[in-house]
């Protein structure tokens, strides 16, 4: 049973269409974030959800909207896509926010390639 | 800016050898550091962790050391195996509400037979 499940694995899309990445996670955490690993292989922080509650936006693009409908969950959607956007994002959840001595549990990745 | 730095992309070792993968990091703030392996297609998945006040931790094969007047740390996996081919990040947070992880760059190890 997958601990931090995404969808879809791979996505291949056109620039300017808007598409959505859905993470869940059955570890009963309260924080969940997104990721980026883009072509330099560079992992960094989007976004921080605690209890459904925005804590961490990096330097994002407005076109970039997570969307969380219950601490379970954190969506990712994605409007106007370009060719920047293409990477690997990684869905994420850790037990709370603040507790400081907690890892990170990660999804599979979704491969996301705008053409 | 990079706060967390990996300066070896790859490192082949022996099957059988220790390897020690290193990392440095520049942000002070650093409270705790993490290890994670990475196997192609999928999600980085957790292998060791140190708080910033001590300077050893430990589990089965792998050993974190961390030097904080250094601000560096290395990861250590003796004897090597196979299945330990794969690469590894080098991740830091800071304490407080903000508890995102800065990794860094990965350095790609290949055990060779």
């Known amino acids: 049973d997958t601990a931090v499940s995404q969808t879809p694995k791979y996505l291949v899309t056109q620039m300017g269409n808007d598409k959505s990445i859905k993470c869940e996670q059955n570890?009963?955490?309260?924080?969940m974030y997104w990721y980026k690993q883009d072509s330099k292989k560079f992992l960094k922080i989007m976004f921080s959800?605690?209890?459904?509650?925005?804590?961490i936006n990096e330097t994002v693009p407005n076109r970039f909207s997570p969307k969380s409908p219950d601490k379970a969950h954190l969506n990712l959607h994605i409007n106007s896509l370009e060719l920047g956007d293409s990477a690997v994002y990684f869905c994420?959840?850790?037990?709370?926010?603040?507790?400081?001595?907690?890892?990170?549990?990660f999804g599979q990745g979704t491969r996301l390639t705008v053409v | 800016d990079q706060q967390v730095k990996q300066n070896s992309p790859s490192l082949s070792v022996q099957e059988g050898r220790i390897s020690i993968l290193n990392c440095d990091y520049t942000?002070?703030?650093?409270?705790?550091f993490l290890w994670y392996k990475k196997y192609p297609a999928e999600g980085p998945t957790f292998l060791i962790s140190?708080?910033?006040?001590?300077d050893k931790n430990e589990d089965g094969r792998f050993t974190v050391f961390l030097n904080k007047s250094a601000k560096h740390l290395s990861l250590h996996i003796v004897p090597s195996q196979p299945g330990d081919s794969a690469v590894y990040f080098c991740?830091?947070?800071?304490?407080?509400?903000?508890?995102?992880?800065?990794f860094g760059k990965g350095t790609h190890l290949i055990i060779q037979p």
């Open positions: 994420a959840s850790s037990l709370r926010a603040g507790v400081l001595n907690t890892e990170a549990f």
């Open positions: 570890l009963g955490h309260d924080t």
């Open positions: 959800y605690n209890n459904k509650e925005l804590i």
């Open positions: 942000n002070s703030m650093f409270d705790y």
């Open positions: 140190i708080s910033s006040i001590k």
């Open positions: 991740a830091a947070k800071t304490g407080g509400g903000a508890d995102g992880l800065t």
